[in-house]
């Protein structure tokens, strides 16, 4: 079982819907988690920190479940340029090493 | 310019060449990495250096070998290339005192065929 899952999708949305991705990981030991936008065949870009709060920055909000061990992403009035693969990243305390998941798919359309 | 460089961007080779893929960073980061990319299985970690003279196999390190040459280069090596190592290949560097801790940087990726 990989430590980090998540949905490959596609999900396929039209402009403006709200969609949210989850994404379980199994090392209870993570403190940090991350996620990261990848553009087709481009390199992933770090998009949010995702904190034990909760944080939002514009559109995009994060959640952090430790109990339950998921991290979500929420994205709000998706754009065309949404479109993207977002990676799921975590780190575990004491680990300079992320482990990255396979990715979740999201395409918008018109 | 890039902060993150990685040369050649695209490459053919052949089954049982040796190739070098090159990365070189401008970010004054120590740590750097090397990933590959596979459809469906994501980015895995191949090596990873935290200093000139620091140099550690990350999970998939077999038929690969690295060279830290200064704290800007970090080179991935295949001493005889096989078709299974053909995937998209990232070179990453990172600041654990970063604004976002250990954030990762990317380079723009190697596309590497083995044919």
Redesign the interface.
Known sequence: RKEVEQD?GPFNVPEGATVAFNCTYSNSASQ?F?W?RQDC??????LM?VYSSGNEDGRFTAQLNRASQYISLLIRDSKLSDSATY?C?T?SGGS???T????TSLIVHP | DADVTQTPRNRITKTGKRIMLECSQTKGHD?MYWYRQDP????R?IY?S?DVKDINK?EISDGYSVSRQAQAKFSLSLESAIPNQTA?Y?CAT?D?LGG?????Y????TRLTVT
């Open positions: 490959p940090s991350f990261y065949r481009k390199e992933p870009k770090l920190s990676l990243v780190r300079y090493i992320p990255f998941g396979r990715g | 740590r469906g299985l994501g980015l970690l990873y935290f990350g998209l990232f990172s654990p976002v801790a250990n954030e990762q990317f380079g723009p990726g």
